[in-house]
């Protein structure tokens, strides 16, 4: 999906904000001929017609408030224009992230997405409220003048647009190659500053508390620095065409190259006097165009960007589903062959998968970062299609489930947890709306928050980020009660228990092992969970390099062994340290 629909769909309103807009510039160019002609009138030889005199006052009144009137209405109209919109933009970029992969929004940083929302809409307010009544009146006023002013003397029409070619005639230079690199190497700059600003502010109490504040400042300078450097070479590049383009459509050499073309045209005998008048007054007016297009430059150039933006947001298909969808015959998850890449031409992060997750057992992903966890876990509840391969739910690729269907089969709790802006309850019974307060009471329980939220303000009712900020494991515990009110039968979890405490974590797990008839595929950091698996699968490189029970693979001495004895040498580490800290603060 592209933006050109949703303004298709308002062409009429921006065809009426446009012939208002023109009628409202033509007309107010009333008053510049009532005041020609007055000149005329007056400055004639013989009595003063007072009729024509007033008649041309009256005109250029009436002309004014023509102007004002309907300049007015196109304003408003652009403006409301503007709301509706804005108004489409964001109600279909709201459907397009709703529809989009999952995997895609994981992505994606929720800043980066708000910007699309947020301000990149905003930014295609002046194509939208100003630019189309400003640019079309920029046009149609001089072009009116401009034929005024070649029946009164075309010679002197044709030297009062040098100001317009010279002006012209530097436009290409601010296009140029190297002006293109610099604006790039700007924008590239500006975002290098920007993300050292907030990693600055964000890191400042790391920063102190570790006495990196010299290093931490010498880095935000550098980005400064280099900014300034690239912003003066910058200006240096356009300065000397910036001044030449404003000096060209300056009303001072503009008067100037008139009265000189005028002089010229007058003493010759080739023209009247009271003739120069029109070129005074409307020949400032000529500029207009280029004037207008110099201003409005850089926010058409902004608003152009952001478009592409939300064109790109609107893009983002939906994964495909069936015609004909057919229903798992039970909870078995297979992986045959699976192989997946983010990207066409990018590196494969899963190579060749095969693993099958019996119903009712617990099945741990362990290895190094970097190894593919996580992208396997997420490829269950269909975050991505592998590239290659099948991953098979009852014996049917999770392609041919209708998305509901799966979505009633399989719940996940991601160990970056996101809650909405809204009451516990209604985020503990997110997946089922019409959960009973019982249902959602009994699922707390088991994951071991029931009491934590009694002693919240207003209990299940307390609406989180605005009257309370739960901790990180408490916002995992709420998490992992939403999975457990789904009752799905099969269960992901992204190490959910990684901001829990020792005895938090513990209860969650005995309570996790007691629900034997799920199929539940864990990511597996401590070395509590991995004892806890029915199957462990070690993944190097994207690939599974051993399989089996923890005690089997204990026993085989390989590459799961080496791994669990760094593990447990890690923690008798941490452990050590803890005690060592807790000895000295209690000698002191």
Do not use: C
Request: proline share 5%.
């Amino acid at each position: 999906m592209n933006t050109g629909p949703l303004l298709r769909a308002h062409a009429p309103s921006f065809a009426v904000v446009v012939v208002l807009q023109v009628i409202g510039a033509v007309a107010g160019l009333a008053p510049l001929f009532a005041v020609i002609e007055l000149g005329r009138a007056l400055l004639s030889p013989g009595p003063v017609d007072t009729d024509r005199v007033w008649t041309f006052v009256i005109l250029g009144a009436i002309g004014l408030f023509v102007r004002l009137v309907f300049t007015g209405a196109s304003s408003g109209l652009g403006h409301v224009l503007d709301g509706k919109v804005q108004l489409s933009l964001r109600r279909a970029l709201a459907r397009s992230l709703g529809q989009a992969p999952i995997g895609w929004l994981s992505r994606r940083r929720s800043g980066e997405l708000a910007k699309v929302v947020g301000d990149d809409v905003a930014a295609v307010h002046p194509f939208i409220a100003h630019a189309p009544g400003e640019l079309v009146s920029a046009f149609v006023v001089p072009l009116v003048s401009l034929v005024y002013l070649l029946t009164v003397d075309w010679r002197l029409t044709l030297i009062t647009l040098i100001p317009v070619v010279l002006a012209i005639a530097h436009v290409p230079l601010l296009m140029t190659p190297a002006r293109t690199r610099e604006q790039q190497n700007f924008d590239a700059a500006m975002g290098r500053i920007a993300t050292s600003v907030v990693e600055f502010v964000q890191g400042i109490a790391v920063v102190k508390a570790f006495g990196g504040s010299e290093r931490a400042h010498r880095k935000f300078l550098t980005a400064a620095d280099e900014f300034v450097d690239i912003f003066t070479r910058w200006v240096r590049g356009v300065s000397a065409v910036a001044a030449g383009m404003q000096l060209a459509l300056s009303p001072p050499f503009v008067l100037l190259v008139v009265l000189i073309g005028g002089t010229v045209r007058i003493t010759s005998g080739d023209m009247a006097p009271v003739d120069l008048l029109p070129f005074l007054l409307l020949g400032l007016g000529l500029t207009a165009p280029v004037a207008a297009l110099g201003h409005g430059f850089d926010d058409m150039q902004a608003a152009g960007r952001a478009v592409s933006r939300i064109r790109e947001v609107l893009g983002v298909g939906a994964l495909p589903q069936p015609a004909r969808p057919a229903v798992p015959q039970d909870n078995r998850v297979e992986l045959r062959d699976v192989r997946f890449s983010y990207d066409d031409d990018g590196p494969e992060v899963l190579r060749g998968i095969d693993l099958t997750l019996e119903p009712g057992t617990l099945t741990a992903v362990v290895g190094p970062s970097g190894s593919g966890k996580s992208t396997l876990v997420q490829l269950l509840p269909r975050f991505f299609d592998p590239t290659d391969g099948s991953v098979r739910l009852g014996g049917v690729d999770l392609r041919e489930i209708d998305s509901r269907e799966l979505y009633r089969r399989v719940s996940f709790v991601l160990q970056d947890v996101r809650l909405l802006r809204a009451s516990v309850a209604d985020n503990i019974a997110l997946a089922v709306p019409h959960a009973t307060t019982e249902d959602v009471m009994r699922a707390a329980q088991l994951a071991h928050i029931h009491d934590r939220v009694l002693a919240l303000p207003r209990g299940y009712e307390t609406v989180i980020g605005e009257e309370v900020k739960l901790s990180g494991g408490e916002a995992q515990r709420i998490a992992i009660a939403r999975a457990l009110a789904a009752d799905t039968p099969v269960l992901v979890l992204d190490e959910a228990t990684a901001f829990a405490d020792p005895q938090t974590d513990q209860a969650v797990r005995q309570t996790l092992a007691t629900l034997r008839d799920r199929t539940v595929l864990v990511i597996a950091h401590r070395l509590e969970t991995i004892a806890d698996a029915d199957l462990v699968v070690m993944l190097e490189d994207g690939a599974v390099v051993e399989q089996g029970r923890p005690t089997d693979l204990l026993a085989q001495d390989g590459k799961f062994a080496a791994f669990w004895r760094t593990q447990q040498s890690a923690v008798a580490d941490d452990s050590e340290a803890r005690a060592g800290v807790l000895q000295g603060d209690l000698s002191r």
